[in-house]
């Protein structure tokens, strides 16, 4: 018999059993059916409140509140040019003076003729009396007394015609003179001395008022009424500031002046015109700049980050961890909103929690798992 071989096979077969049993022992647990699902996690945090006060920005153009037109109200030859382009002027600085010659000359002639008339005024007015009192006494004939009252009265209509006369001649004489009706900016000037005007030579100069200017700026009709509130709202409620064309803020606020008496049919906004000081000058007529409206005091709103709240098309809402931590939704209405807050006007109260982060992981009847943020 073959010992060698037999030895061999025990060895072999001890080997394969004993490897059998290492990798399936009888106690080893059961090999898992499959992962469970787990819980998203979610951001969570209160309802805070804010002092909102947002600012509503216009296109605006500034305006001259009084722009004159200088122009020569008599004929001549213009003597005397009395200011600087572009100078600062009060109401009354003299700007021109035209030759006065024939205007003196016609004063002097209608001083003569007032006196001429006034003396024949007086003796017809004596004539007068002395043939109605020779009437009276029946020594003068009914046509001595009519001719005595026709010369009265044509002497007294001779009388008031040159004084009249009078009057414009001085009227003329005053306007060789001519200055400054308001107080403003004069431009540049269009008749230098030696050249003859007319009352047909259109404007000599211009001047434009430029302290105070005022501000035309156009709200649409829908801002108009539910934000400011009509032209009282406007007015009592709300500041207006200026931005300037490089952005700077100008220094002096303003007040709504007036609003137009109708609405700019193809655009739907509403006219308004601003008051501002404006010593420096920096505000020119004609310019543009921007015109800020913010409410004098700010409104009291509940606020949430901006991820909170979402939009279907139809509604805004937020989520909120309900019983079991399922995810609950709960419609709003949202308010105004800034760059990193929305404001909610109902559907949620100051300290209730929501979901901030992670909204778009939420599926319907999946539980969430909330973190505090």
Avoid at 179 to 187: F, H, Q, Y
Avoid at 243 to 268: I, M, Q
Avoid at 338 to 361: C, D, N, P
Wanted: with cysteine; net charge neutral.
């Amino acid at each position: 018999m073959n010992y060698k071989h037999i030895t061999v096979l025990i060895v072999a077969t001890a080997t394969i059993s004993a490897f059998a049993q290492t990798a399936a022992p009888k106690d080893a647990a059961p090999a898992p059916q499959g992962p469970k699902p787990s819980m998203f996690l979610v951001g969570v945090a209160k309802v805070g409140a804010v002092d909102h006060n947002p600012v509503r920005t216009f296109s605006g153009r500034v305006l001259s509140p009084e722009t004159v037109a200088i122009v020569a109200q008599v004929a001549g030859e213009v003597k005397e040019v009395c200011f600087q382009e572009g100078a600062l002027l009060k109401k009354g600085d003299v700007l021109y003076r035209i030759d006065p010659v024939k205007y003196e000359a016609a004063v002097a002639a209608a001083k003569a003729d007032v006196a001429r008339c006034q003396a024949t005024y007086d003796y017809a007015k004596k004539s007068f009396e002395r043939a109605k009192t020779l009437f009276e006494k029946k020594v003068a004939s009914d046509d001595d007394l009519d001719s005595a009252t026709s010369a009265y009265t044509s002497a007294e209509a001779a009388l008031a015609a040159a004084k009249a006369a009078l009057v414009s001649a001085e009227d003329n004489l005053a306007h060789c003179t001519i200055v400054a009706p308001v107080d403003g900016k004069v431009g540049v000037n269009a008749a230098t001395v030696g050249n003859y005007v007319t009352t047909a030579s259109g404007p000599l100069a211009t001047i434009v008022r430029q302290d105070p200017v005022r501000v035309a700026f156009a709200p649409g009709m829908r801002d108009y009424i539910a934000v400011f509130g009509g032209e009282k709202g406007l007015r009592e409620l709300f500041d207006v500031r200026l931005r300037l064309a490089d952005g700077s803020a100008f220094d002096e606020p303003g007040e709504v002046e007036f609003v137009g008496n109708a609405v700019n049919a193809a655009t739907d906004t509403m006219p308004v015109y601003a008051r501002f000081a404006n010593k420096g000058g920096v505000l020119v007529p004609g310019a543009t700049v921007k015109v800020e409206i913010r409410a004098k005091k700010a409104t009291h709103y509940v606020s949430l980050p901006l991820t909170a709240v979402i939009n279907d098309g139809a509604k805004a809402f937020v989520w909120m961890v309900g019983e079991g931590n399922m995810p609950v939704r709960r419609e709003v209405v949202p308010g105004p909103s800034t760059a990193t807050y929305q404001t909610i006007l109902s559907g949620l109260e100051e300290g209730e929690e929501v979901i901030v982060r992670g909204t778009h992981k939420i599926m319907p009847n999946v539980p969430v798992e909330p973190v505090s943020l």
